[in-house]
């Protein structure tokens, strides 16, 4: 009956709150203790029982009310972190504040003539240590009582004192760097687990995410100096709690195991408190490493070696983090959690499964953004791998799935992160050996071929609103391509098949940019060729079986009447998305399944173009990097006459033709592509990039091979394609093939575009992983888009 008393005592005050017509006195606090000094109030019961049209009203009706409500609310809080919370009643308080807090915060930021009032002043300072001629805004009130607390003995830490009344620590005297939570990266102690103070941990960061989240309630702007005030305050030299706060809620996150000691369906024996907390903290740390501005300057300042960081201390401590242990510590736990979702055991659902894994990724991705010693420590061993595999597991995962397509952008972003470095090139070379739970083609080879199959599929059976990455997506194999040793007769299939599908008349000329995809494939088979020929037989022998589709490349019409006739060829085979994949057996073909109905689905901003988020760089002879001007088509320099070794090929055959357009149906047309009808420039357009094909290295191979391959045949009546490959593998082109042309690696490049990109997947993100209690739900949030599937 105590808890129901507690509820109902509870709703009345909210009740009186918004009826009441005349302002309640900030002095009668037997009205205002209604709120939080009675028992405790759980969070599901303050969502329910304080409804949003009821704050809504509150707001409207009677401001002056709510905005006592948050002074009041926000000064027990300090109160709390000033005392330190020595009782069980003060802490009690302190967490129904933090509930409370937590429920109105995002109505406060919805409306814009409120969004200012955490940051006016108010009668009576809150912070005693102010100056008398400078009272603090109730923000900052607000986020240093927040971080006190964080770091409160008996509350949140383990006291290193005998607790009582008289002996409590003093809040203000404490040096919180003893007392960070975990054992890790500049800490080597481990503090016992303690599920209460995991739990109020739990609500405190909670309420920091939704102090946080005023960015949701702006509409996106390019502008990347627009910062967050609750962020940048937090994140200052004011906050003295800022290094031992990132510092735990790193090693709380790179710590976490959720397997634990591997007792079968240990998770659903125990309650784990450690995983909410966790959660909580990854999405903090995200939320404040959010700081493109500061992130340019930091990126400038190391380059000059001067000591001085960026602003955001966070970023500044995350730059700086150089030891090889801590580094490991980091890359061990992230890797392991991003693995955990592939583990396979023999009892069904026996191990615990992670659902935090794209916050996972943008954490990732921040580290290697704002700390180039760990990107350059992933890249140094076969560990890069361990990240790799989970990325490629959630891409294919995901790539028929709608309400995942920024999980989809976000791996995909990393991919090409990490294919700009070379290293990352040679260790795909590694056997690909694991046993991981994806619908693949069987196959023996590297992680490389992994990659291709993996890309091939997503190109071939995702959703339409991927085809804005097929570019990225060849531009990290062409970036891989210098450094694959061997690749497996099913990844050079796959890629020959790409290109089959790509180079067909009609989906060339359908829109302007499609032969872009057609140069990245052939700058792979180049680079491959003039790099990795001895160990890549397999990949030479698809070309000679492929040969026709060079051919017909090299021989493309370029003519209005050609031109119009393939288009029309198209529009009167009309072949469906479903009768495309229901007649074709290319595998891969069928999609995934798609996403369940009802679910949400946060919009996305549009992501820039290949040639806006990459930087072109040769590699010169000594392995360094040199910058290249910018130039519109993805080409190779060397290969741009291309008219001698195209008047020797063969001509297509009516069937050769039949099959090209029928593999690009199926491929094409399951991925969305729209078709439209060639301009008056197109004949044009289609000449000035056919004559910068570079397909002479090709030619020249199969001016070479073809023959003897063909008298191989004939000689010795082959009819098993080994013999092929085993003259294939001890042959050579030395001195036959046309001058290496320079490697041309397409680095990442941030710029506005991406910037506003992760700010809204982030948020949207934290959006959607916060539904219990659900926080943001139905309010008039405007960075982005709440859809429902």
Request: aromatic share 10%; glycine share 4%.
């Amino acid at each position: 009956m105590g808890n129901s008393d507690t509820k109902l005592h509870f709703r009345k005050a909210v009740i009186q709150l918004t009826t009441r017509t005349q302002p309640v006195e900030a002095s009668d606090d037997v009205f205002w203790d209604q709120f939080w000094a009675e028992s405790s109030t759980a969070m599901p019961d303050v969502f329910a029982l304080v409804p949003a049209a009821e704050i809504r009203a509150v707001r409207e009706e009677s401001p002056s009310n709510l905005a006592t409500l948050c002074y009041k609310a926000v000064e027990r809080l300090v109160q709390g972190a000033d005392s330190g919370c020595p009782s069980e009643k003060e802490r009690q308080i302190v967490v129904n504040c933090t509930r409370l807090l937590t429920r109105i915060l995002p109505y406060i930021f919805e409306d814009a003539d409120w969004r200012g009032f955490f940051w006016s002043t108010v009668p009576g300072r809150l912070d005693e240590d102010a100056d008398d001629d400078e009272a603090r805004p109730l923000a900052e009130s607000l986020l240093l009582a927040i971080a006190d607390l964080l770091f409160c003995p008996d509350f949140t830490i383990q006291s290193h004192k005998k607790s009582s009344p008289d002996s409590a620590e003093d809040i203000r005297s404490i040096d919180s760097c003893e007392y960070i939570w975990e054992a890790g990266v500049g800490f080597a102690q481990s503090p016992p687990l303690n599920y209460v103070h995991d739990l109020n941990r739990t609500e405190l960061l909670k309420l920091l995410l939704t102090c946080f989240s005023e960015a949701m309630y702006l509409p996106p702007s390019s502008d990347s100096k627009t910062l967050n005030p609750w962020v940048s305050f937090f994140c200052s030299t004011e906050n003295r709690h800022a290094l031992p706060l990132f510092t735990s809620l790193i090693n709380v996150v790179c710590a976490y195991d959720p397997v634990g000691f591997g007792f079968p369906y240990n998770h659903l024996l125990f309650s784990d408190s450690r995983e909410q907390l966790v959660e909580q903290s990854i999405q903090i740390l995200i939320a404040t490493l959010e700081h493109e501005a500061s992130s340019a300057s930091s990126a400038a300042l190391q380059a000059l070696d001067e000591p001085t960081g960026p602003d955001n201390l966070f970023v500044n401590y995350l730059s700086r983090i150089h030891r090889e242990e801590d580094l490991s510590f980091i890359l061990k736990g992230l890797a392991r959690l991003l693995n955990n979702p592939l583990i396979q055991t023999y009892l069904p659902r026996s191990t615990k499964k992670i659902q935090f894994h794209q916050e996972l990724l943008i954490l990732f991705w921040k580290f290697c953004d704002f700390n180039k010693k760990f990107l350059f420590f992933v890249l140094k061993s076969s560990d890069v791998l361990d990240i790799l595999v989970p990325i490629l597991f959630y891409l294919n995962d995901a790539r028929a799935d709608q309400s995942r397509v920024g999980l989809m952008h976000i791996g995909v972003f990393i991919l090409l992160l990490l294919s700009g470095e070379r290293n990352f090139g040679v260790r795909l070379n590694k056997p690909f050996t694991h046993r991981v739970p994806m619908d693949i083609p069987v196959f023996t080879g590297t992680h490389a071929d992994l990659l291709v199959v993996i890309f091939h599929k997503i190109i071939t059976s995702g959703h339409q609103r991927l085809q804005p990455l097929f570019d990225c997506l060849l531009t990290i194999i062409v970036n891989i391509s210098p450094y694959l040793k061997s690749l497996s007769m099913v990844a050079a299939n796959k890629l020959l098949h790409l290109l089959e599908a790509f180079s067909t008349p009609w989906f060339l000329f359908s829109a302007p940019q499609n032969h872009h995809l057609v140069f990245f494939l052939l700058e792979v088979y180049n680079n491959i060729i003039q790099y990795q020929f001895d160990g890549n037989f397999n990949l030479v022998y698809a070309i000679i079986r492929k040969r026709n589709v060079f051919h017909q490349l090299a021989n493309l019409p370029s003519d209005t009447a050609s031109i119009q006739k393939a288009l029309q060829k198209k529009k009167k085979s009309g072949i469906s998305r479903t009768n495309s994949t229901e007649k074709g057996s290319m595998e891969g073909s069928r999609p995934a399944v798609p996403a369940e109905p009802g679910t949400l689905k946060a919009s996305l901003e549009a992501t820039p173009g290949i040639d806006k988020i990459t930087e072109k760089s040769q590699v010169s002879v000594d392995g360094t990097m040199v910058a290249v001007p910018h130039s519109d088509p993805p080409q190779t320099p060397s290969d741009r006459n291309i008219g001698a070794a195209a008047s020797d090929t063969e001509s297509n055959s009516e069937r050769d033709q039949e099959d090209n357009s029928s593999a690009a149906e199926l491929l094409l047309n399951s991925a969305g592509f729209c078709h439209v009808n060639p301009s008056s420039s197109t004949c044009s357009q289609v000449s000035s990039w056919k004559t910068r094909l570079p397909l002479q290295t090709i030619m020249r191979l199969l001016q070479v091979l073809v023959p003897q391959v063909e008298k191989i045949c004939i000689d010795k009546g082959l009819t098993d394609e080994s013999e092929i490959l085993n003259f294939l593998q001890h042959g050579t082109l030395v001195g036959l093939l046309p001058v290496p042309h320079p490697i041309l690696i397409r680095k990442y490049q941030a710029n506005a575009g991406t910037a506003m990109w992760f700010r809204t997947y982030m948020w949207g993100i934290i959006y959607l992983r916060n539904v219990d209690p659900p926080i943001w739900y139905d309010t008039d949030i405007r960075l982005f888009e709440i859809q429902r599937i």
